[in-house]
């Protein structure tokens, strides 16, 4: 059992691996409500932040803090108002929400500070950092009704911002904005962090909210571009906390933010399985398809040896190498996804000038039941009809039967053009597959 655990654990952690390399230097806007301060579920979050911090990642918190608010109301026996789902604040709510964001800091500071013994947090030295980042306005008068101190945010110090996270601090960005003239606003959190990750030209903007995008019949869309979630919004059933933050992960990624993410807070990990899986645990909003298959280029070559030398180590593949790779790099294809090379295949043409091979085909194992191996199998025989050939071989010693359920037919080594059949390896005994393009 301990060496299945163990198995699973190298496994998990390799296929971690080219996220760790793709994420370090990276700034990501992290937003999330007083929620999950409120309920006690920011202890497991900062461990996790912890991690990012140490993997290299440039972190800003931009944290709400309504049930902060509410409470403070409720002190001073005080009803919040509330027009469409915005808060009118007046001036004593103005007063309930200095002092929320107060405590708040405090809270959040002593959480990110844990450093006990064989706890995650044990030897981090993390330092927070949080000022005036936010220039703000009133929101004004919207159909008749003065919002007073509710603010909307004007300019992001973003500057300032990289300052501190160049000093390698955490930047914690609160909802309150101050205006030129010293006056202070309660700012929507989720506009704040809009306006963040904007100014920051941030890699990655992430809600957490209270469940990730479903569709019709309840199923998780773990990726959507902007025109396909303006569709949703239009006409779909989401929750009201699921829309709002949707409508502002689109505004994120059309106003410049590579990649914005929508993780539910009630899923313990949510964070970690949506950055470092392929699968994740959310949905991700982007501007444009995140997938692409095309011609590999010499920049591909350290993300093809990642998932062809495992494959050359146990046999399955002939061992090429980096020198030989490169050389070859024109015949090779890769699904790209979110910048992750997760498959190749290359394509040789044959000396008959009527056929070509197929070979090295790969696909990362996190990845696989997912249909990409057969996206390069039909993209390649479709080059290989471009090219003029009429037949296609493969030679494999582990996956004929994939290839005969694709419609191969296996042949024997006669079949195959001379000067290849002249470079068949007898002790690897391959088999040898053919089908007509």
């Known amino acids: 059992m301990a060496l299945q655990s163990d198995s699973t654990f190298v496994s998990w952690f390799r296929a971690a691996a080219p996220y760790f390399h793709a994420f370090r230097g990276r700034t990501f806007v992290i937003a999330f409500g007083g929620e999950l301060v409120a309920e006690g579920k920011f202890v497991a979050l900062a461990h996790d932040l912890n991690l990012l911090h140490s993997a290299g990642i440039r972190l800003v918190l931009v944290h709400g803090s309504r049930p902060q608010i509410e409470a403070q109301l409720r002190q001073r026996r005080t009803k919040s108002r509330y027009l469409n789902g915005l808060r009118i604040t007046d001036a004593v709510a103005l007063e309930c929400v200095k002092e929320a964001v107060g405590l708040l800091r405090v809270e959040i500071d002593a959480l990110l500070s844990q450093g006990l013994p064989n706890s995650p947090m044990a030897g981090a030295a993390i330092n927070t950092v949080s000022g005036n980042f936010i220039t703000a306005q009133p929101y004004g008068v919207r159909k008749g009704m003065d919002y007073q101190y509710t603010g909307s945010v004007r300019k992001v110090d973003a500057a300032a911002i990289r300052a501190c996270l160049d000093a390698g601090n955490f930047v914690v960005v609160s909802n309150l904005g101050y205006s030129p003239t010293g006056e202070v606003f ?19 903007l992430i809600y957490f909210a209270d469940a990730p995008v479903q569709d019709a019949r309840g199923r998780l869309v773990a990726e959507i571009t902007a025109e396909e979630a303006d569709r ?19 505004e994120a990624v059309r106003g410049g933010v590579a990649r914005a993410h929508l993780v539910s807070h009630r899923v313990d990990g949510a964070l970690l399985i949506e950055l470092f899986t392929h699968k994740g ?40 190498g980096r020198e030989l790779l490169e050389r070859e790099i024109a015949r090779f294809y890769v699904v790209e996804h979110d910048g992750l090379i997760i498959g190749s295949a290359a394509l040789y043409p044959l000396p008959s000038g009527k056929a070509a091979e197929l070979a090295a085909l790969v696909v990362r194992p996190e990845s696989r039941g997912l249909g990409y191996g057969e996206k390069l ?32 037919t296996q042949t024997d080594v006669t079949s195959l053009p001379e000067a290849r059949r002249s470079l068949y390896n007898l002790q690897r005994r391959s088999k040898v597959l053919v089908k007509a393009i």
């Not at 949703?232 to 689109?250: D, W």
Request: glycine share 8%; net charge positive; charged share 25%.
């Open 232 to 250: 949703l919004l239009s006409r779909g059933k989401l929750t009201e906390n699921t829309r709002l933050y949707l409508q502002h992960a689109v």
């Open 281 to 320: 645990s959310g949905s991700m909003v982007t501007a444009d398809k995140l997938e692409r298959l095309r011609p590999a280029t010499i920049e591909d070559v350290g993300g093809i040896l990642a998932l062809i030398e495992p494959l050359e180590a146990e046999g399955t593949l002939v061992r090429r």
């Open 377 to 408: 199998l039909q993209h390649l025989s479709a080059e290989a009809r471009r090219q003029g050939m009429r037949r296609l071989f493969v030679l494999t010693t582990q996956t004929a039967h994939w290839f005969i359920e694709r419609g191969f």
């Open 186 to 204: 309660n700012c929507a959190m989720e506009d704040v962090a809009v306006g963040t990750a904007k100014a920051l030209a941030a890699d990655k």
